[in-house]
């Protein structure tokens, strides 16, 4: 049995590598892994479905990939696990317990990497918040800081990579549900571009490209590598990109070049940027000009508040119409969900459809212009989160809301309430702890937050890049020097499996 400090030391590929050198099984791999994620679920509530049986079984089994014999977690969402029920963080599907026939094609292709699955994580209620604090599953915490969050959606997998429970875990975005938590937690997360891994076969493409797959991780390489593994079309793929030019893992350590890079620290949405996360990029910024790289201040032209509606109307609708087809699927009424949910969904019914085509297709006017700006810049750095991690229960609708929403449900009057003002007001108030990462969501662009900064009270802040489409080789190139000149891996949170 590999003791749980040497486990904690490797990274995927190389926990992989013991495994292929025949140091260490598969299977005692697994036990130290579940081991881990047992003593730690207390303080994180990190692993909310566990799949140990499956997870054994598989471990003994002949295993080949770049990953063979590496346990890992999937999240709670979209990342369908045949014969093991999805919560999507919600009541209704819980007590359902709904099991697919067959896996996602994501998993799929990390299964054929040779990983082994054995829990799904927490997040919440339909991957709807960049907080993780479902009422069907209970808060999940930050490993640097059991009080804070972990950020979301996946939280639950980024609590998990974090403490060393495991060193790959899966996560999808849609609106930064990678970024936010890498952020948050201190770890890399990578969001690849539009069509870049596969959607299906439960749903093809998720608001209209918007959400994409892949893991949160500690290394640089480990993200490349899983790339290598799960990119490309899927029969019915609706985007198809062209392929890398070599593969990701060959970016690790390869010359970037002089980049020139854009920076900003102004929230698009006008609402406040916490001093830590302006001075996250401006350590950034001048730490990228030390390794070379031309650095100067300058944002694309592009009205983050109308971006941000046209966000918020796509987001709002989407949780409706998956309110509507959870209540057909389980028979659950009203109680089956959150309040929260169903203010949102109240927001997205009452939306009008030309409103909706209207602001989707706004979707082209962001990414032309964009475009232009990746004319004249390689990269686009911000904050990933314009404040440091919250603590839990920190972010949450206001009492009266609440109340005045039970009241419009009871008297089913709750689309009454979309007007205008209320919807910037729904902006500024969702996004204000995150208004960076959902231009590339809407545009399709590949994006990163690296963990480059911690705050004086210990918690890690992420800065974001954003790139050209096609642009996942470059983020990965220029990760790879940043991991190099700072190392983050080295730094462990309080609350870890090696502890």
């Known amino acids: 049995m590999i003791s749980a400090a040497d486990y904690a030391r490797y990274d995927g590929l190389g926990l992989a590598e013991l495994v292929l050198r025949r140091e260490v099984t598969p299977l005692e791999l697994l036990e130290t892994a579940i081991a881990a994620a047992e003593r730690l679920q207390p303080q994180l509530n990190a692993v909310v479905m ?42 209704a599907l819980k007590n359902a317990r709904l099991a697919p026939a067959e896996h996602a094609e994501m998993v799929e292709r990390w299964l054929r990497a040779g990983v082994v699955v054995f829990g799904r994580t927490n997040v919440p209620e339909f ?20 009080a804070h ?48 891994t596969p959607q299906g076969p439960h749903f093809m493409e998720r608001m209209h490209g918007a959400v994409i797959d892949h893991v949160l991780t500690r290394s640089v390489r480990d993200s490349a590598a899983m790339l290598d593994a799960t990119h490309g079309p899927e029969v019915g793929s609706l985007f198809h990109i062209a392929p890398p030019e070599r593969p990701y893992l060959d970016e690790v350590g390869r010359d970037s070049g ?15 940027v916490d001093a830590e ?46 309110m509507d087809e959870v209540k057909r699927r389980t028979g659950s009424g009203n109680d089956g969900f959150e309040l929260d949910t169903h203010a ?47 603590r839990v229960g920190e972010i949450r609708t206001p009492g009266w809301q609440q109340a005045v929403l039970r009241v419009l449900m009871a008297l089913h009057l709750e689309g009454l309430v979309l007007k205008t003002s209320i919807v910037e007001q729904m902006v500024q108030e969702n996004l204000k702890w995150v208004p960076f990462t959902q231009l590339a969501n809407l545009t399709g662009t590949p994006a990163m937050s690296v963990p480059l900064h911690w705050t004086a009270d210990g918690l890690p802040l992420g800065v974001q890049f954003g790139a050209a489409p096609g642009g996942e080789g470059l983020l990965i190139r220029l990760a790879a020097q940043l991991e190099q000149a700072q190392p983050w891996a080295q730094r462990r949170p309080p609350v870890h499996a090696a502890a």
């Open 50 to 91: 566990p799949m140990h049986e499956i997870a054994r079984t598989r471990a003994a089994t002949a295993l080949s990939g770049p990953f063979a014999g590496l346990p890992f977690l999937a999240k709670d969402i979209f990342q369908e696990y045949a014969g093991v029920p999805a919560s999507y963080g919600c009541r």
């Open 344 to 390: 949102m969904a109240a927001f997205g019914r009452a939306t009008r459809a030309n409103t909706y085509v209207e602001g989707y297709l706004r979707w082209n006017d962001y990414a032309r212009r964009l475009g232009e700006f990746h004319q004249r810049y390689d990269l686009f750095l911000t904050p990933t989160l314009a404040m440091p991690p919250a």
């Open 149 to 196: 969050t972990p950020g979301g959606s996946s939280g639950g997998s980024a609590a998990a990579v974090a403490a060393g429970i495991v060193p790959i875990a899966g996560a999808n975005d849609g609106g930064g549900s990678i970024r936010i938590p890498a952020g948050h937690c201190g770890l890399f997360g990578l969001k690849p571009g539009r069509g870049r």
């Open 258 to 272: 002089r980049l020139t890079i854009a920076f900003s620290t102004r929230s698009p949405i006008g609402t406040a």
């Open 277 to 322: 996360a302006m001075q996250a990029v401006r350590n950034t910024a001048r730490l990228l000009e030390s390794l070379g790289h031309h650095v100067e201040e300058a944002e694309p032209e592009i009205d983050g508040m109308q971006l941000g509606k046209d966000f918020i109307t796509m987001w709002f609708a989407t949780c409706a119409a998956t």
């Open 127 to 146: 991957g709807a918040k960049g907080i993780t604090e479902s009422e069907a599953w209970g808060p999940c915490r930050n490993p640097w800081n059991p």
